[in-house]
């Protein structure tokens, strides 16, 4: 694609490269590493939601192409490819997408949207990752409470913590 930007004192012309989704098969997508593109890859299918929506062997056979796309993540998860974190976004981004644009469609959205929402169901790696952030709510608390410039109240609620956290958090602080 061209981009032609006209000013008064000329023309310039810039080469933009293009990505077309629909141009990339699941294959191509992980083979090349274009994870990003997964949540977008449903477009692809847009004009067949009719026949989908309507037709309970063409929905099953789009819900088995989103399972197939849940397995490979898996298994780039389990290889070290990619994170927990990063899997998560890809899945809640396609969840995302399908919800808007299958609106209209119950029986796609339901299909697909709710296969895409059951893979969110919270793992150990969303633990994990829960857990840092308590413990840098903590650490923080704990700094607060060294500087001693706010009361309890006011850095429980400024890090969203309940006051009993950070009164224990207080307490353990002057043993």
């Given at each position: 694609?061209?981009?032609?930007?006209?000013?008064?004192?000329?023309?310039v012309k810039y080469d933009?490269?293009?990505?077309?989704?629909?141009?990339?098969?699941?294959?191509?997508?992980?083979?090349?590493?274009?994870?990003?593109?997964?949540?977008?890859?449903?477009?692809?299918?847009?004009?067949?939601?009719?026949?989908?929506?309507?037709?309970?062997?063409?929905?099953?056979?789009?819900?088995?192409?989103?399972?197939?796309i849940l397995e490979r993540?898996?298994?780039?998860?389990?290889?070290?490819?990619?994170?927990?974190?990063?899997?998560?976004?890809?899945?809640?981004?396609?969840?995302?997408?399908?919800?808007?644009?299958?609106?209209?469609?119950?029986?796609?959205?339901?299909?697909?949207?709710?296969?895409?929402?059951?893979?969110?169901?919270?793992?150990?790696?969303?633990?994990?990752?829960?857990?840092?952030?308590?413990?840098?709510?903590?650490?923080?608390?704990?700094?607060?409470l060294k500087r001693g410039?706010?009361?309890?109240?006011?850095?429980?609620?400024?890090?969203?913590?309940?006051?009993?956290?950070?009164?224990?958090?207080?307490?353990?602080?002057?043993?």
């Open positions: 694609m061209k981009y032609v930007i006209v000013t008064p004192g000329g023309t933009i490269p293009l990505m077309k989704v629909q141009n990339y098969t699941l294959d191509d997508i992980f083979e090349k590493r274009l994870l990003l593109l997964i949540p977008f890859y449903i477009f692809s299918h847009e004009k067949n939601f009719p026949e989908y929506n309507s037709n309970e062997q063409k929905l099953v056979k789009l819900k088995s192409e989103y399972r197939y993540l898996d298994e780039l998860e389990q290889q070290g490819v990619i994170g927990a974190f990063d899997k998560r976004t890809i899945i809640e981004l396609s969840s995302d997408v399908i919800k808007e644009i299958a609106q209209k469609y119950g029986n796609v959205q339901k299909g697909v949207g709710d296969m895409m929402s059951g893979a969110l169901i919270e793992t150990e790696a969303r633990k994990i990752l829960n857990q840092g952030i308590s413990e840098t709510k903590r650490n923080a608390a704990l700094n607060m410039k706010l009361t309890v109240q006011e850095i429980a609620e400024d890090l969203g913590l309940s006051v009993a956290e950070v009164e224990q958090l207080a307490r353990l602080q002057s043993v």
